[in-house]
């Protein structure tokens, strides 16, 4: 597992536009070397102001798309379309204005489809599809880039302190159903699965997100901290703007 480093900017914007500038020159280099690129997606403020920011550099870039596959890091299990899922706000971000094959977009399952409102199955439909991706190397494709947020708890996708699921070392995908954060039922990767991604991605802005930042880079108790356990084999990026990097 690689040593965190970190990634400072003066505010929101420029950390959103230079995760987003980063993140179109790995697609790029991918495309040029004829490399499939893996790519997880995250909700929040900075995540989507990212996916805004990768929007506006695609067309400038020459971004080519047609391997790219986009998965999620967690999602909150409400019907399909719903404003909350972090799959509306990123196709209104990005995917919906560029050239992703469609059965190279993958969502994690909505309440409303194949399994109802049964997270459980719906957990398990998510890492059968994860498994096929990954062509018999194991449970989950390598992610190229992991992106997460972090909350003030220092949670990452669905994991939050003080839940089973951040101890989950058998499946790729769990159900959450008491996420102290509404909605209470979500679908999220494991930390195995977040892991075995090349790069990770914290993302992080603002005041309150300081104190995670900090027990994310120290390590430590990821049943306290789940940030302190996300790691990336080849790299671990904490972007951070001034206000949440102030503890460090």
Known sequence: ???PQIIRHADAKALAEDVA?????EI?????????????????????AALNAVREHAAESGIGWSHVHLWWGDERFLPDKDA????????????????????????????DGLDGDHATHAATRYSRELAVAARGQGPVPVFDV??????????????????????????SVAPVHDS??????????TLPSINTSREVWVLASG????????????????????VAGVRGTEKTLFWVDEAAASLI
């Open 1 to 3: 597992m690689s040593t």
């Open 21 to 25: 500038l980063r993140l179109v020159n």
């Open 28 to 48: 790029v280099r991918a495309e040029a070397d004829k490399r499939t690129f893996h790519l997880v997606l995250t909700g929040g403020g900075i995540g989507i």
């Open 84 to 111: 909350d899922r972090n799959e509306t706000q990123a196709r209104a971000a990005l995917i919906d204005a560029i050239g992703v094959p469609a059965q190279q977009v993958h969502p994690m399952p909505a309440s």
């Open 146 to 171: 992991c992106l997460l947020g972090v909350g003030p708890d220092a949670h990452i996708a669905s994991l939050f302190p003080g839940l089973p699921q951040v101890h989950e070392d058998e499946a």
């Open 180 to 189: 102290p954060k509404p909605p209470p039922t979500r679908i999220t990767l």
């Open 207 to 226: 005041e309150a997100k300081a104190e995670a930042v900090r027990l994310g880079l120290a390590g430590g108790d990821v049943g306290e901290a789940p």
